[in-house]
Nanobody, 124 residues
Framework: QLQLVESGGGSVQAGGSLRLSCVVS????????LAWFRQAPGKEREGVAS????????YYADSVKGRFTISRDNSKNTLTLQMDSLKPEDDAMYYC?????????????????WGQGTKVAVSS
């Protein structure tokens, strides 16, 4: 059973940066796709970025391309999301998720393990 714990959220002004981290315990993640999702109040959970088990392939939502960077360190069982040029529309709860498969999917329902979330607040 994987356990995921996010950290790094906070409050920033538009244009600022934050770095989210997710530490995974309970099992090695070398066979898992890892991803970040977010959910704003009243909206559906959406995929932000994902990275395949070996780190060779990444996906970004159009809304964050060029601003966010996802990375993973399998030796440390960690996942990171560097968020730059933040916008008010990035304001949401951010979740780390793991999918027991080498490939990633965009649908949040295909992920098996979730963290508790970390809040990102962006003011204009």
């Amino acid at each position: 059973q994987l356990q995921l714990v996010e950290s790094g959220g906070g409050s920033v002004q538009a244009g600022g940066s934050l770095r989210l981290s997710c530490v995974v315990s309970g099992y090695t993640v070398t066979s898992h796709c890892l991803a970040w999702f977010r959910q704003a109040p009243g909206k559906e959970r959406e995929g932000v970025a994902s990275v395949t088990n070996g780190g060779s392939s990444t996906y970004y939502a159009d809304s964050v391309k060029g601003r966010f960077t996802i990375s993973r360190d399998n030796s440390k069982n960690t996942l990171t999301l560097q968020m730059d040029s933040l916008k008010p529309e990035d304001d949401a709860m951010y979740y780390c998720a793991a999918r027991y498969a080498t490939g990633c999917r965009r649908e949040h329902t295909t992920y098996h393990y979730w963290g508790q979330g970390t809040k990102v607040a962006v003011s204009s």
